[in-house]
C-alpha cells in the first residue's frame, strides 16, 4: 500500500504503521461529520453525480468524512470561514494541512490493489466488510472500485486481526492525469468541471455542518439544554 501512494501517485508518507499520508505537500483536508458530508456532496455534484463520484477524492474513517482540498486550503479555511460569515458559529469543520498527517485509505478493490499487488506489496488483506461506522449510512460505500460492488479489503494488525475503524476510500483519486487536478482550489472562475470552488466547497460544507449540528440538538433535549 504504502508503494502505490509514493509510487504511483507520488503522495508522501510518514514512516511507522498504519501508513499515513503526508498532508500539506499535494494536497490538505478538510474533515466533517459524515452526515453533514454526505449531504454536501450531493449538493455539489452535477446532474446525475452521486456521493460516491463527487469529482475529487474523498474517504471516510469512523464517523468522519475527509475531503482532500489543494495544498493550502487548510491555511485558506478559517478566512474563508470569516468572509462567508461562519466565523462566528461552531462548526465541526476542522482542516489538516501542513505538518499534518492522514491515515491512508485502504486500496480500492480493483485497481490500485492489483498494482500494489504487482509490486510486491503484501500489507492489505480481503474482507467482505468495510472498515468504519459511517459505512453503515450509506449504501454508496461498498462500490468504490470501478466496475466492482465488492467493498475494499480491510487492513490488518501485525497478529493478523483486522483493525476496525480504518480509513476506506468513498471516492479514490484518479491517476489519470494527476490526482490533484481534481482538488478544490480558489478560483476566480468557480472551479472545474471536476471540483467546485474551494470557497463554495466550504460554504456548503458549513451550512450542512450547522444542519446537522442543529438536527443532533432537536433530537436529543437534554443536549439542547446544556448547550444554551
Known sequence: MRW?????????TAPGTPVRLRTGVRFDVLDVPVQAGHAALRRL?????TPRRPGFPVALRGGRMLLLVAAGGAEELPGLLEWLEWGSLPLDLTAVGAGGLMEAP??????????????GATDVAGSADVAGSAAAGSADVGRVGRGSAL??????????RARRGAAVWLRPPEQEGGAETSLPALSAVGGTAAAPDLARLVHTLATECHRF???SRCANPRLARATR
Open 4 to 12: 502505490y501512494y509514493e509510487s504511483v501517485l507520488g503522495w508522501p
Open 45 to 49: 455534484g452535477p446532474p446525475g453525480a
Open 106 to 119: 485502504l486500496l480500492p478493490a480493483t485497481g490500485a490493489t492489483e498494482a500494489a499487488g504487482s509490486a
Open 151 to 160: 467493498p475494499p479489503p480491510r487492513p490488518r494488525d501485525h497478529d493478523g
Open 213 to 215: 449540528r442543529l438536527s
